[in-house]
């Protein structure tokens, strides 16, 4: 069992930056693979991007590339996706999720667990 917990949402307006956190307790991260996710009203989830706890290999959606970093901190159990020059098409709920396996994985189906979600809000 791993449980997530994800921080660091609000509201943001267009051009601004943000960093959300999540944390996984239940068992150590070094063997995870970690992958965030978003989901806007009426669209389905969406990976961001990903990162392997073992190796900090990291990978990104297209849209995202180069604004948005993933990074982890083994001791802490907990990656970061740092945003910056955020936009209004960015608002939407983010989850992280684990891949047991240490795959990083964009398909939704193949996390095995997934945080409760923070809402993050770009203003125009």
């Known amino acids: 069992q791993v449980d997530l917990v994800e921080s660091g949402g609000g509201l943001v307006q267009a051009g601004g930056s943000l960093r959300l956190s999540c944390t996984a307790s239940?068992?150590?991260?070094?063997?995870?693979?970690m992958t965030w996710f978003r989901q806007a009203p009426g669209k389905e989830r969406e990976a961001v991007g990903g990162?392997?706890?073992?190796?900090?290999?990291?990978y990104y959606r297209d849209s995202v590339r180069g604004r948005f970093t993933i990074s982890k901190d083994n001791a802490k159990n907990t990656i970061f996706l740092q945003m910056k020059s955020l936009k209004p098409e960015d608002t939407a709920v983010y989850y992280c999720?684990?891949?047991?396996?240490?795959?990083?994985?964009?398909?939704?189906?193949?996390?095995?667990?997934w945080g409760q979600g923070t809402q993050v809000t770009v203003s125009s």
């Open positions: 999720a684990a891949n047991v396996r240490g795959e990083i994985n964009f398909a939704p189906d193949a996390n095995d667990y």
């Open positions: 990162i392997s706890m073992t190796w900090g290999v990291t």
């Open positions: 239940g068992r150590t991260a070094d063997e995870l693979a």
